[in-house]
């Protein structure tokens, strides 16, 4: 009786896909065709650089944003100092349509 061969397959297997043929590895992975990692490289390098690119005006945002909140602190203590307002009972906001400060009387809790 003849043995059968259990000859393992040499590695990497060319094999077909429906449009493109690929290498397949011993540990399951495949090697694509060159036109899909041209697209790949592509896509995952515009990628790369779109976060980047967001990851750099995030930052700036921030930036600009704490200057800006640093401007209505300052501003703030300004007018609490000219107009002498009371910020102990009332909370300030300014209305940009009617350019005005208004006061809204702050909760106080009760024991």
């Known amino acids: 009786m003849k043995k059968k061969s259990t000859k393992k397959p040499k590695y990497p297997i060319h094999k077909m896909g ?3 043929g690929y290498e397949e590895f011993e540990d399951g992975s495949i090697e694509i065709a060159p036109g899909y990692s041209k697209t790949f490289n592509e896509l995952l390098t515009r990628e790369t650089n779109i976060r980047t690119l967001l990851s750099i005006l995030t930052q700036q945002c921030a ?11 300052d ?11 009371d910020l102990d009972k009332f909370t300030y906001s300014y209305t940009l ?3 005005k ?3 809204k009387k702050k909760e106080t809790e009760t024991e």
């Open 18 to 20: 429906q449009t493109c």
């Open 63 to 73: 930036d600009l944003l704490f200057s800006v909140t640093k401007g209505k602190q």
């Open 75 to 85: 501003l703030w203590e300004d007018l609490k100092t000219d107009y002498n307002l």
């Open 97 to 99: 349509r009617e350019k």
């Open 101 to 103: 400060i208004v006061p």
